[in-house]
């Protein structure tokens, strides 16, 4: 089952949707050297056969509302509708960046109670809730370490990354002109603090760090980390995509880390939106306050104010406020939550994955020694002698009505199966997938060709991607033009 | 609580399971010194609450009617068909994740696929990918793929591209170590970019056809930031021979929501494709020849380059793509032709009008302009809040970034501005 493309399905007579008239004399026309020659090919239909497409192209998607989306590292959790609405409000939905600040103190202050939010959970001074999405929000905290030093009179050219860490860490650091140095994980996954000590020096400007890790361990060693990175006048910096893991257990702040970034895509329910729009804010401690981007939102006597004096700031690293329906959405979520719900939250993610993970002994390998935290990576290692890849039980589990979790990743995991339930599923969706990856498996070792050839019910079978890559084709052309 | 799921006794039932005798032993890797009780959090409300208590808030902000608003400087306000909405609003695309596994993603990779060609049909470039985070970081993005395609460490910026862009590409050339340079004097050897904007921020038109052969006499790419509605009848950057083209598509169909979230897009040649940033979405087929789409060229990303990547990129904004996919497919080319015509002769009308008020007059008669324009008028501060007053935002002071023009604002007027309300507008002002 697949379906044409609208500039396929494009036709001539179409009408045009009604839209005002202008109601006014003609004004003069602009010169012919600034008018477009030839008008964008974009295609013609009338509005139910635009609606009837999307709704067809709805239904091609696997979504967390129809499912389990146990996918590593991205806390798929249930997006609670009333965010929603609470985003589309006209109160909100419906103000220009550029009103009158005394216009907008209900917006104002929504920013400045999420930062308060946000500063407790996280154990940091200051938030800005200015980034756009999780990488970006890593870079932002970078280029605020590197102003911080820079101001100091140091100028430090590296910043260490965890073999583990997820790809978007050194892709910030490199972005922010840093060299990248790699430290090596332990065999029990953790990072390797011999390695640590060997690759600190005064050339390091931070250590990029995940705790829970991307095994979804807790770094039990957190604060001899802490002090070490500290001692050679490096920040710690933490990456908040598996936050949900300690809301209420422990906070990164307490932890030695300086700068912090959350997800409101992941933790705190933010729908992600077939890829963003996310948010992503960064906490620091005092030290790095003065380097904040700007505007912030400040309490003046009463009043919500947005502050652009700040002399020590690295500037905008977007446009106006950030991705402020993303805010609204995660503020009715802490608000509906609660202290003593999102406490709950992080302890049924944990409870979630323990108990999955359980469930899996003896189905596939268990690299690392439980508990783990708020997920879990196992490895499909144990299934080479049939030939079978992670990728096989990935495409199994779509087959049999699950998403699949993050495959091949962490790096340092091989055939790397990393699991979180998040603490939004039933015990009864958890059971069913754990069965399901049994039923995989068992499948994997009578007929490993029938794995193969799954997904079989969905509507394209595995795509050729390798083809794909080698002739890009990434757009539609219309008849007879090539590329 | 909210939307948690397990009874006491689920979770009795999985400790049990887990040979746990309480959820604490699951925590036991985490030092003791570094536990807390809790979060000093109000606690949680009933959806009734914490819906009044979010209603409250919103109450607290000023809202206009849409024909109303006459302010914009990079946000506006335009009609959004009533699609739109019900299209991002379906939970299959507004739940799902960064399609990974495409055979289960094919609605989301197909939407995107339609994005990429849409935005490059209207900037008539070869390649778009499927978004940024806003039209600021699109700049950004755009002048580190000129900075690595050319070698060269200097980006020259049009001195009235939009100042928050401004200030945004700055600070990533901190980071990144490359210089900004305001103003195109200076453009050289040492140039990898020359980035204008079309209108600029002030409204006015530019002749972009000398600003990219200007850029390329100098061996340096032409960055165009765009107004994508305003590429109904100006000529777009495939036509002038600029080699990368951005912009903000907020006006594709998304509410101004305070600045966000909107949509970067960006589109370029087709041999500066591998240095593009962000996901691209490729045709493939399966092994019956049935045909499908996946996330492709994935060597240029984070997960596979690491620190090479061409960006750090991942969440973009794919929602945001989806409304504006549905918003131009809504239109068509006689529709989006027709939204930039009733804006340009309004707009045009309005200009005059103002121009007739005592103490009013344009600040830039001699430039032509879409549906933006500077005027310059006697005491802004108080005419902007009489117009308050009467219901309507007026225009945009724009002293708090060019100080010499404290008496300039600039106005803007789209579809919804119908003339009933620029006859208000113009009334209020009249009234001095």
Known sequence: MTEELTFEKSHPSAPPPRLPESGVEAAPRLPANLLRKRPPALPRLSEPEVMRHYSRLASLNYSISENFYPLGSCTMKYNPVANEQAARLPGFAELHPYQDPETIQGALELMWRLERALCEIAGVDRVTLQPAAGAHGEWTALRMIQAYHLARGEERSEVIVPDAAHGTNPASAALCGFRVVEVKSAPDGRVDVGDLEAKLSNRVAALMLTNPNTLGLFERQILEVSEMVHATGAKLYYDGANLNALMGICRPGDMGFDAVHMNLHKTFTTPHGGGGPGSGPVGVKADLVPFLPRPTVERENGRFVLDSERPHSIGRVRSFYGNFGMLVRAFTYIQAMGGDGLTQASKDAVLAANYVRKRLEGVLDLPHEGPCMHEFVASARNLAPQGIKALDLAKGLLERGFYAPTVYFPLIVPEAVMVEPTETESKATLDAFADALKEIVELARTDPDELRAEPRSLPVGRLDEVRAARHPVLRWRPDGESG | ?432
């Open chain 2, 1 to 432: 609580m909210p939307y948690l799921v397990h009874s006491e006794e689920d979770r009795r039932a999985m400790l049990a399971e887990l040979g746990a005798r309480s959820a604490e032993e699951l925590l036991a890797d985490v030092p003791g010194q570094l536990r807390v009780r809790g979060l000093e959090l109000p606690p949680g409300l009933s959806e009734l609450e914490t819906m009044s208590s979010v209603r409250r808030l919103a109450a607290r902000n000023r809202t206009y009617e849409d024909r109303f608003w006459f302010r914009g400087g990079g946000v506006y306000k335009r009609f959004i068909p009533t699609a739109v909405d019900a299209v991002i609003s379906k939970p299959e695309f507004y739940t799902a994740y960064t399609p990974y596994q495409p055979e289960a993603s094919q609605g989301t990779l197909q939407a995107v696929f339609e994005y990429q060609t849409l935005i490059a049909e209207l900037t008539a470039l070869d390649v778009a990918n499927a978004s940024l985070y806003d039209g600021a970081t699109a700049v950004a993005e755009a002048a580190m793929m000129a900075v690595v395609h050319t070698g060269r460490p200097e980006v020259a910026v049009h001195p009235y591209l939009h100042p928050e862009y401004l200030e945004v590409l700055r600070c990533y050339g901190q980071g990144r170590g490359f210089e900004v340079r305001q103003g195109l004097e200076q453009v050289g050897e040492r140039t990898a970019a020359v980035v204008f904007q079309q209108p600029t921020f002030l409204g006015v038109l530019e002749d972009p056809q000398a600003l990219t052969a200007h850029a390329h006499h100098h061996g340096a790419l032409a960055v165009a930031c765009v107004d994508p509605i305003s590429l109904a009848l100006l000529a777009p950057p495939g036509e002038y021979g600029a080699d990368v083209a951005v912009g903000e598509g907020q006006q594709l169909g998304l509410a101004p929501s305070l600045g966000g979230p909107h949509l970067g897009f960006i589109a370029c040649r087709q041999d500066l494709t591998r240095r593009l940033p962000g996901r691209l979405v490729g045709e493939a087929y399966d092994a019956a020849g049935r045909r499908g789409f996946v996330l492709t060229l994935t060597a240029r990303e984070q997960h596979i380059r690491r620190a090479k990547a061409t960006s750090n990129i991942c969440t973009n904004h794919s929602l945001c793509a989806l409304a504006a996919s549905v918003y131009l497919t809504y239109m068509g080319p006689e529709g989006l032709r027709q939204v930039a015509e009733v804006s340009y002769q309004r707009a045009h009308a309005l200009a005059d009008r103002l121009s007739q008020l005592p103490g009013v007059e344009l600040a830039l008669p001699d430039q032509p302009f879409l549906n933006e324009f500077p005027v310059r008028m006697f005491h802004v501060e108080q005419s902007l809040k009489r117009l308050e007053a009467a219901g309507i935002l007026g225009g945009l002071p724009i002293a708090r970034w060019y100080p010499e023009m404290e008496d300039v604002v600039l106005f803007c007027c789209t579809e919804v501005n119908d003339l009933d309300a620029i006859d208000r507008l113009v009334e209020v002002l009249g009234q001095a």
